[in-house]
Structure formats: C-alpha cells, structure tokens
C-alpha cells in the first residue's frame, strides 16, 4: 500500500492519497483551504474516508441501472455504492494507484485494471499532480490495454468551500434537462434559476446537480471575507461540467468528457463519451489557480 504523498512549496501544501482512489486527502494555499475535505464512502473495506478530490475514470457520474450496450453486447457495470443501483464515478477513485514519481512539487500515480465480467476491457489510467506559482495542475489519462474498442470517458472531481458567502460564477450555453439523478435525455438553455453567469452565492442554488454544456472552462468561486477566488478551468476535451451543491459546507465543480449516462443516450458520441481503439490514449488537464479577489 503506497504511503500518502505531500506536495509541498512556499504556498501549497497538498496531502496525495495514492492508496484511496488517486485522491487528495487536503489542499491548501498559503494555510487556506482550496479543496475542502468531505467524507466519503470508500468501498474498500466499506470503510469511510475523508477527501477533497478524485479522479473519475473510466467513466464519470451515473450509468442507469448499471446497464448500457455497446458493439452489439450488453455491460452490466458493478454497483459499487450502497444504496443506489447505478454504476457511480467508475473504478478509479475506489481503487489503489501506485506511485510511479515524486518530489517536493509533483508526483505521478499509475492504476491498471484487468477485464472483469461487469468491464470486459483492460485499462490503464494515469495521473499527474503539480504544483507551481499560484496553480495546482492535475492530468488524467486512459489507455486502452485491451484487444478490442473499449467506451470511456473521464473526469475531475474537486470539493470547493461552500462557506463564508461563496458565490460561483460560470457561464454555459445548455444544460441537461433534468438532475443527474433523473438521467435527464435533452439539452435545454439554462434557466434563470441555473444559470451562475452573474456570480450567484452557492446558498441561491442548493439542490443543483446538473450537468451543463459549453462552459466557458473558467468557473470563479469567491468568497465575503477572503482575499482571493478559486479559478476552476478545464480544457477542450472537458466541454461539459457538473455541479453539485447538496447544502453542506463543500460544492462541486467537475470537469468532464460527457454527459451523464451518456452511453444510455440515443448518440453516445454526440454526448461525449469516447471509443478507444486498443493502445489508444487520451487524456485532460484542470487547472485550480489561486488569484486575488476582485
């Protein structure tokens, strides 16, 4: 079991858990919080642990009854949190990563899975942690170790303050026509009461857990009493983003590569998610940077 990482300069200071799903356990920035700690259900020996990250692979969010179809089969995904009988976030984050490279700044974890029955395909996933000036920069990446085309996706998700007045500002073109609860199936604009394009405070949208699409890939969280804001950006192959406020003291905003159960929609690919030919690779990038409030 591979020992937890810290990552450490002048401001960061971020606790890696390579042994728990490729998480971070903490992440600070100059002693503040940027990444806030949320228990978690870990289905490794049921146990509960506490986290403000991890990576969602291969695939993100819920795959409906645990069931989708692809090149003429049906794959029954595992049900792998109690109480629910969707296929949630995929393997990695309840799984254990090997540490491959670390220093004082970065580190690199490494996880491989073998076909099983609920996912016919060997992969490999791969991570990347850095930190340098005001940013945290974190990579992931699938490749498909198996014989044949393998359906994926990927994903970010981070836990951010939800406290001292946070506001989130984000602006999308659609969002998905229900909560990601529902499996909603249309894009529809977004409605005034989902819309974060004017820096609405996290306490306004309570109960959101939507996936939207064509972000801008900049989301800005700032606070009432704070110096700074939190700048969540994705890249170009993260077109869509999650959010999530439960009302608790954390809120998510994920990046991601498709929609919610994109593999049950009529076009898989037109929401998103990815065939991988064998050796194939593909992966994103988030950048959570540290700025001066505004």
């Known amino acids: 079991m591979a020992k937890a990482l810290n990552l450490r300069d002048r401001h960061w200071n971020l606790v890696v858990l390579p042994s728990h799903g490729g998480s971070l356990q903490s992440c600070e920035f100059d002693g503040a919080i940027v990444l806030k700690p949320a228990a978690r259900l870990e289905r490794i020996g049921g146990t509960s642990i506490s986290c403000c990250y991890f990576p969602m692979i291969p695939f993100s969010n819920r795959i409906e009854n645990s069931r989708f179809y692809f090149a003429g089969a049906t794959v029954n995904p595992a049900e792998n949190v109690p109480g629910t009988r969707h ?13 491959e490279e670390e220093s004082d700044s970065q580190c690199s974890l490494v996880y491989r899975r073998e076909a099983t029955s609920d996912w016919p395909w060997r992969y490999e996933g791969r991570q990347w942690f850095e930190i340098f000036g005001n940013t945290l920069r974190i990579t992931l990446a699938v ?36 909560s990601a609860r529902d499996f909603p199936r249309e894009r529809v604009p ?22 939207f699409e064509g972000w801008q890939r900049r989301a800005v969280v700032s606070f009432e009493n704070s110096g700074h804001a939190i700048v969540v950006e994705g890249c170009e192959a993260t077109p869509y983003v999650v959010i999530y406020i439960p009302g608790s003291d954390y809120f998510c905003v994920e990046p991601v590569t498709h929609a919610v ?25 988030t950048w959570i940077h540290v700025e001066p409030a505004h």
């Open 143 to 178: 490749r498909n170790l198996a014989a044949t085309a393998m359906p994926c996706g990927l994903g970010f998700h981070p836990f951010l303050p939800a406290f001292d007045g946070a506001r989130l500002l984000l602006e999308a073109r659609r969002v998905w026509d229900g």
């Open 261 to 285: 159960n994109a593999m049950n929609l009529a076009d898989p690919a037109a929401a998103g998610l990815w065939t991988l030919e064998p050796t194939g690779t593909r992966e994103i990038t």
């Open 87 to 99: 296929a949630i976030h995929g393997h990695g984050w309840q799984a254990s990563w090997d540490v």
């Open 190 to 211: 977004v409605p005034q009461h989902l819309s974060f394009a004017a820096g609405v405070p996290i306490s306004d949208r309570v109960g959101t857990d939507h996936c």
